[in-house]
């Protein structure tokens, strides 16, 4: 299973976009990036996934390097209630793997 | 559409019982999963079923624990002899299909806490 790194913690303003990078250099051509988000002790929250090209929803934009290697979860206008722990998954079939994640803190 | 539901949602049992955890999972999805979270600690994969079928328990313990998902009714993840190790939250997540790219769904989960 491809392994992600990413930052332990970051801080945000609120209303200002919010940039969770996650590295993943081992992913595999198939393998998809997935980012969940868990506030609290709630249950973790699905937000986006991606192969190769750039994603976005109504929660948020998912950029992928072109060589795959990296990505980046941006929350356009980050808000009080997205203060979460943000993880990036590679995922094969079937189960994800959570490592650490972000923790992100967004401020007023 | 409703989403993954747990029963209950918070479950005491003393040492020595059995825990039964339900899961039901979205309409249109055969795929569930079971992940547990101990205290201060990430979350962790335990099994993946498909209707009758156990396709991954690479993540369950050996002893004790086991899950079903029947062809009617919800997913059942089963504690027997719980032990104080085991109070955590359980939570539960389905999908229409297993590969690269169906997205999961988590329910709120069962906060499991033995005395």
């Known amino acids: 299973d491809a392994k992600t790194t990413q930052p332990p913690s970051m801080d945000c303003a609120e209303g200002r976009a919010a940039n969770l990078p996650c590295n993943h250099s081992?992913?595999?051509?198939?393998?998809?990036v997935y980012w969940y988000r868990q506030i609290h002790s709630q249950g973790p929250q699905y937000i986006i996934h991606?192969?190769?090209n750039n994603e976005t929803n109504e929660m948020a934009s998912l950029i992928i390097t072109e060589d795959r290697k990296s990505s980046t979860l941006i929350l356009p206008h980050a808000t009080l209630r997205d203060t979460a722990v943000y993880y990036c998954i590679v995922k094969p079939t079937g189960k994800l793997i959570f490592g650490q994640g972000t923790t992100l803190q967004v401020k007023p | 559409n409703a989403g993954v539901m747990q029963n209950p949602r918070h479950l005491v049992r003393r040492r020595g019982q059995e825990a039964r955890l339900r899961c039901s999972p979205m309409?249109?999805?055969?795929?569930v999963y079971w992940y547990r979270q101990l205290p201060e600690e990430g979350l962790k994969f335990m099994v993946y079923?498909?209707?009758?079928?156990?396709?991954?328990e690479s993540g369950m313990p050996k002893e004790r624990f086991s899950a079903e998902f029947p062809k009617e009714g919800p997913s059942i993840l089963r504690i027997q002899q719980v032990v104080r190790g085991d109070s955590a939250a359980y939570f539960c997540?389905?999908?229409?299909?297993?590969?690269?790219?169906?997205?999961?769904?988590f329910g709120p989960g069962t906060r499991l806490t033995v005395t």
């Open positions: 079923l498909q209707k009758e079928n156990i396709i991954d």
């Open positions: 997540a389905s999908s229409r299909d297993g590969m690269y790219d169906y997205e999961q769904y």
């Open positions: 991606g192969l190769k």
């Open positions: 309409k249109g999805h055969s795929h």
């Open positions: 081992t992913i595999s051509g198939n393998e998809y």
